[in-house]
């Protein structure tokens, strides 16, 4: 198992290797930062005082508050690291809705074929062609009543701007691997249609979803934090949100106070670019027509030349020692 | 040297296909679809009578585009037929043969069927799943049906895997498609087809894609598994060499329809069908100091929406008579190839003399070309276009050449769409076979074109 899911980091190499090392490495560093939030983070995101003293408004960075303060009195790192896992949250559940909506009806869609194939290409070509913020901010308002101003209802409205995307990607594999020899064969030896879509299409049509993923991740970070931006998003008094408090610090920053739009912004800037390096670095082990395999020298071991030949002749067989064949790595 | 196995004790009918007929409706364009009014036909297979013994290797022979393939995939309800019959009769312990017809099966029954009639397909490559390992892809089909599983699964595949030579095969199972080789994979591909211990294997082209030295052992395994599992086998493909070695009998297809089919020794000891003929002079010959007569069929198998009237073969036979069906369209070929052998400036007067062609594409037995050209000019370009090869069979079946005030009408004569009738040991379906005893009315080629 876990070498099934280090095997394509292994057989990346050179440039595609580095996007994909400092990609995980960026990304990985927001996860700990959204997991472990309520250790590192010195205070809470809507902590306004510590033992009975209130924050400085709006002070700037020292030694208590590394990142400085705000205007609602809250500290920035903690607002920052506790953005983090709301951002994290949000995205892996709407990653998740996209891909568990997505993918089956894409499969459903390109192997049954016909008017129910024609009807949901309609759907969701129609929701595709509209512009991804506009739709999120459709969702978000038409979610906010049923479901609140929370992490669920920000989920699901970024949800709704990319099962298009899984939609088609699949679909459209399933349409020319339904044609393979091995549905057919899969139907020779008896297989329900279930069955031939479960265990003999969704393998070989799954391939680039991971990379639409990280992908998708890295663009929902930022509709995210236009929602919030927006005051869409999730309410303040639900938790910390990057585009929230970048909307909040504005108006200041012309006064010189640069901490509360910086940290805020940088956090957004970094975790895009390491979802987007991520993905890219997939793209190019998964995809073959980027793919290029690593070439690893095939040391021969050192040529001993027989007693005879070396009595006879030994610079003639000189050049076979320490000879290096560079071998394709295929595994 | 005794390469050809004992024939095999042929026994009761197993499988009867009675007048088969797999036509797919071709998609016209958009407007034509609108309409509703169908792009036509394609026949792949077209009324097909033909038994299948017990015990017995059929081989099905024929180019591509014959419709062999589409036969063998009928006969497993892979392709859905449009009417005719086929009648499978399971075997059963108490001598009691239940009929069952394929071709009216539901999809449940259909499955059903499918642990006794099996498939190998023609590429190794593509049949197995790549994101399957071999142990899951051979064992599905037991999983499938709920035959074993657990720990009995895995033994049988086992057992499965080392009967087609895969061993040892604790070393394949864990391993994926990709991980083997063209013959490995073929072995595969048998291994999963015979774990749920079929009555009939149908074996489309199992070796064309296969290298020339694994060939051999792939039919030698599959003949042994005949002798050792009792399997009866339907061997499709183009390549008369190997039919030779491994078929009881052969049958061969020519568009949609069987043109010849008897035991292998008499085919290829008198072939009666020019088609049949044709195919064996394709053998290649591995002596190089031998010279082998190479006068194959000309042209490409014809369009099977719209085949030839009369029989299919005629266009290509060389030795059609007059009663084969010659029509509009033969004429065209005719004409168009004069002039592939005629100066530019020939072709420019005597093309500019019968005008657009396209009369002829509709299949006729009566057509005038030349319509308001000078008819006498018409007639001599025709009479020069015979004169350049007067053993054209096409001039055999052309009753009349007449000037009209429209034109010049040509007139063939009536054709016949040959039966498939017994003829020394074997049967053939061709009008210079006819039916010894009683003559039986031909199909008139009406009956046949729709149109």
Redesign the interface.
Known sequence: MLTGLISPFRRTSGMARWILVSGLFITGVFIAFALFAPWIAPYDFNQQTVDGVKFDKMAPPDGDHWFGTNDQFYDVLSRVIWGARTAVEVVALSVMFSVVIGVPLGLLSGFVGGWVDRVLVFLMDSLYAMPSLLLAIVFSFLLRGPLGGGIIAAALSLTAIYIPQYYRVVRNTTVSARE???V?????????NG?IMG??LF??VIQSVPVIGTLNAADAIGTLAALGFLGLGIQPNEASEWGYDLSRALDDAAAGIWWTTVFPGMAIVLLVTGLTLVGEGLNETVNPALRKRRLRPVQLPPHEPSTYLAEKDDTRFAVGDRETVEKRDER | MQTKPEPAVVGDDLIEMSELEVHYELRGGTLSRLLGVGAGTVKAVDGVNVTLRRGEVLGVVGESGSGKTTLGRAL?G?AKSTRGTITYRKPRAGGEHPEQVVSKMSARE??????DL??V???PH???????SIETAVG??LK??GIASGEELRKRVAAALERVGLSPAEQFMRKYPSDLSGGQKQRA?IA??II?DPEVLVADEPVSMLDASVRAKILQLMLDLKADLGLTYVYITHDLATAKFFCDRIAIMYLGRIVEIGPTDEIFADPKHPYTKALLKAIPEPDPHKVVPRDLPRGEIPDAASPPLGCSFHPRCPEAVAECGWESRDLRNLLEEHWTRQDPSVYESEQGLVGDLGVLDKPQKRVTIGKGADSARVRQLLDRARAENPSEPLWRGVDEVRETEDGVEVVFHKGYDPLLRPSGGVEVACVLYPEPVTPEPARPEDDRHGS
């Open positions: 393979a020899t091995y057919e064969a899969a139907r020779a030896i008896g297989a329900k069955t265990r003999y393998g070989n | 497993l892979l259909l499955r059903e069927l499918r642990t099996q498939m397909f023609q590429d593509a049949a197995l799943n790549p994101s399957m599905h089909p499938i049906h591909v999963r087809a749920l």
